[in-house]
């Protein structure tokens, strides 16, 4: 066992992501996954399963000779595919003894804080009674979700919100691959990087969104390991520290569940550029980001979104939730005190663009 594997038999609360593909390609893997999982399961261990699969089974079911590209066939082919799915995973657990809940989420909700709590104590509630969660994207009522998301992205948030130790994503590839298509054991998060980096342009799905995932979910305090499905065995050699798949180990300290959800489930509405003296004080971590700093703004965002604070050259330094409009964004920049007090008269002295309380560095 490799010294970076040694903490992964102590996993308690680990997080599996199960792709469409990989469904597709066995049709016995709900039943062995199941099977691992009531093997592994222990009054200190629990699982929470992330699941695709009911676009394509919807799909051939409703006679789709292919997976359609218009939103609303796109949701009736999640709408019929969802119960088959639940089924087969209600016959497979309940074979070895255990139960299922599913749990639909929707980008929009994660976004919603209150919505957030709610998903997290609900989630809570139902490991604490011993089942185990199913969870998917609430495709039949999504919109942009079901063209630019997966469940890739899904799995990275919903770690964070069930204090997940472990995110296995399973799927049809033994890991991450190097240039001469070897197996990487273990990645380093400016690896990762650099991966993404490199596979800029590709698409969302596929190795890159499941490098983007690790990412995310390795900050939050998780290790991650991508492996194959199809190996026989596959939850049991992880959690042993066998060398499979491809690790990311944990990212430093841990983001807290709020800062988590600021740099990694918000979606930015608009971008917010940096002089260098802001971009260095940003990059401290100790100071908010105040008027004088700006130099500009992009898109329209109103106060309390998420925005990209970044650096004259383009690099994103930072994301976090803006205290003003992208309108008062733009009058307020470079200025300081009097000229302050004269635009937005007595408020103008405390104005604060983005507090560091709601400031996440990102770069």
């Known amino acids: 066992m490799t010294e970076q594997r040694r903490a992964l038999p102590q996993a308690r609360r680990v997080v599996v992501k199960i792709g469409s593909r990989a469904l597709a390609d066995g049709s016995d893997l709900a039943a062995r996954i ?8 222990s009054a200190k261990r629990s699982f929470v399963l992330v699941s695709s699969g009911s676009i394509s089974i919807g799909c051939e079911r409703l006679g789709y000779r292919s ?3 218009e939103i609303a066939r796109l949701q009736a082919a999640a709408a019929a595919g969802q119960s088959v799915l639940m089924h087969r995973y209600e016959q497979a657990f309940d074979a070895v003894g255990l139960t299922v809940a599913q749990v639909l989420l929707t980008h929009a909700g994660l976004a919603d804080r209150l919505r957030v709590n ?3 104590e609900a989630l809570a509630a139902l490991l604490d009674a011993g089942a185990v969660p199913i969870v998917n994207e609430n495709d039949t009522v999504a919109t942009e979700e079901i063209r630019f998301g997966d469940n890739d992205q899904l799995a990275a ?19 991450v691959l190097d240039n001469k298509g070897r197996r990487i054991s273990v990645m380093s998060d400016d690896a990762v990087i650099g991966q993404l980096e490199n596979r800029q342009g590709v698409g969302s799905g596929g190795m890159t969104s499941k490098l983007d995932a690790a990412k995310k979910a390795s900050h939050a305090g998780a290790r991650v390991v991508i492996a194959s499905a199809t190996r026989e065995g596959v939850l049991g050699n992880v959690l042993a520290g066998h060398d499979v798949g491809t690790l990311f180990p944990r990212v430093g300290r841990a983001l807290r569940a709020r800062k988590h959800w600021i740099a990694y489930t918000l979606r930015p509405r608009g971008t917010v550029l940096l002089d260098e003296g802001a971009v260095g004080a940003v ?8 008027p004088i700093g700006v130099l500009g703004v992009r898109g329209q ?9 970044v650096a004259p050259d383009g690099t994103e330094v930072g994301r976090g939730l803006t205290r003003l409009g992208a309108l008062d964004v733009a009058r307020a920049a470079g200025l300081k005190g009097k000229d302050l007090h004269l635009l937005f008269g007595s408020e103008g ?14 770069g």
């Open 34 to 41: 199941a099977a691992e999982i009531a093997n592994l399961s």
């Open 301 to 309: 965002f109103n106060p309390g979104d998420s925005v990209r604070l």
């Open 67 to 69: 997976r359609p590209r």
């Open 283 to 290: 990059r401290g971590g100790r100071s908010s980001l105040l």
């Open 118 to 120: 709610n998903a997290r």
């Open 157 to 175: 948030m919903v770690a964070p919100l069930v204090g997940a130790d472990l995110l296995v994503l399973l799927t049809d590839v033994e890991g």
């Open 349 to 362: 002295h405390d104005l604060v663009v983005v507090h560091k309380d709601d400031l996440v560095i990102v």
